[in-house]
């Protein structure tokens, strides 16, 4: 556990200081575009922070690999499995984040950016990090195991959906690092406890992976939670995005027989886990590609619709709705895991998916306004000092002229007059009009 710990923390303190040099970097580049219609902050602020966590990704990983007992169990991987993570996800991390660091900068088309996440996925393929099986418990038929084709395939479109759902949650401050730092977290979780179980011990590649990513994901936070300084962009969601679709093609151990003896919900968490953890995503993800379709736009069209954007729209700040969007996911992807560590059946999971909606929907739903049609102003108005919005989100209202300055200005069509004191002399203007 401690070597998880120093992971996490190295990975954490590297992005941390290297955040401040990015934004310098991202200011000279000019990596910081103006403001549009859907954002919701009002200044530029640059962007390009993945930057910055890619090189806290690759100093915790060089690290997990120099340790002692993550080191010996990363090579003992490599020799069972024929996969190198180490490298695998150094040389696939390289790639996506030069995707998005050309997107954040120049900007790119869509396809062209769906094909660097294609080659980063295949890059994982190409080191043998992919998905072997897909478990299913003894009952329903067995584990069913993949052939190479096959293994490609699926792994690469794991890989690909991952990144994009990330992607597209990541549209207010702290968003996207906070879910994918609870994904981690629940993942790390659910590769201890499964190790457990095989008498395998604490050490496992899923953990070591998952506890880089905490790090990284922590270190950034401090800078880009609301009053964000820097914003990670395409080049850092992708990352991430990358980083957490290892986890779950690694989340499933060599030996499907491992398994068999684990109850129903234990032998799906690898299918169901990647579901519980993303499922924010995901929905987000879902509903932006019917709703622009159904409108006759591209998938990839920007607009305003995103879960984030209807909280803020019920009149939630943008630090509530970040929070709020916090406790779902950690809510359902705890519960899951829970699940698999207390053995119980696996129709308690829609009990699990309802318990969690009923949350989500208590959590957003508009705030008490008072009677009356207040709206969402009134309870602005009535907000208390320390519930802090940071800088204002939207345009400032225009600021009527005050009837009394206009009494005291001179008229225009004419000389002025003079002006009389509480004594009633004449007051001389210190600059008098010219004739």
Not at 100 to 108: K, Q
Not at 356 to 380: I, K
Request: net charge neutral.
């Amino acid at each position: 556990m401690r070597e998880y710990l120093f992971m996490a923390l190295i990975s954490a303190a590297v992005t941390y200081l290297l955040v401040p040099l990015v934004r310098r970097f991202a200011i000279r580049i000019g990596a910081m575009p103006e403001v549009r219609e859907r954002d919701v902050h009002t200044t530029p602020t640059p962007r390009l922070g993945g930057l910055a966590m890619y090189g806290g990704l690759v100093v915790g990983l060089l690290v997990a690999g120099a340790l002692t007992h993550t080191g010996g169990e990363l090579a003992a991987f490599k020799l069972e499995s024929k996969a190198d993570v180490v490298t695998a996800l150094i040389v696939a991390g390289a790639l996506i984040t030069v995707t998005g660091f050309l997107d954040d900068w120049w900007g790119m088309d869509a396809f062209i950016k769906l094909g660097g996440q294609i080659a980063a996925a295949g890059v994982l393929v190409f080191f043998d990090l992919r998905l072997l099986y897909i478990p299913l418990p003894r009952d329903w038929g067995g584990s069913i195991s993949l052939d190479p084709t096959l293994s490609t395939i699926i792994t690469i479109l794991v890989v690909v959906v991952t990144i994009n759902a990330v992607n597209f949650v990541d549209g207010l401050d702290g968003l996207a690092a906070g879910i994918v730092c609870i994904a981690a977290m629940a993942t790390w979780a659910y590769s201890i406890f499964l190790a457990q179980s095989m008498a395998a011990g604490n050490i496992t590649p899923t953990a070591a992976i998952a506890a880089v990513l905490i790090g990284t994901c922590l270190g950034f936070l401090p800078h880009n939670f609301h009053p964000a300084k820097i914003f990670m962009g395409d080049t850092g969601a992708m990352l991430i995005g990358l980083v957490l679709a290892s986890c779950i093609v690694t989340v499933t151990p060599l030996d499907p027989a491992a398994i068999d003896d684990m109850n129903k919900v234990g032998v799906l968490v690898p299918i169901l886990l990647p579901g519980a953890v993303l499922i924010l995503p995901l929905v987000d993800l879902i509903t932006a590609v019917v709703r622009r379709t159904s409108q006759g736009l591209s998938p990839f069209s920007p607009d305003r619709g995103h879960l984030h954007h209807r909280l803020l729209d019920f009149g939630h700040s943008m630090r509530r709705s970040v929070l709020i969007m916090y406790a779902w996911a950690f809510l359902f992807a705890f519960g899951v895991v829970l699940m698999s560590r207390v053995g119980v059946p696996v129709l308690l999971f829609p009990v699990v998916i309802v318990l969690a909606l009923a949350v989500l929907v208590l959590m957003a739903a508009p705030r008490w306004r008072g009677r009356g049609s207040g709206g969402s102003h009134s309870a602005r108005r009535g907000k208390q000092p320390d519930d802090d919005d940071g800088p204002p989100t939207g345009p400032m209202p225009p600021v009527p002229p005050d009837p009394q300055v206009g009494r005291q200005m001179p008229r225009a069509d004419g000389p002025p007059r003079e002006r009389a004191s509480a004594d009633g002399k004449p007051v001389i203007p210190a600059f008098p009009s010219r004739p």
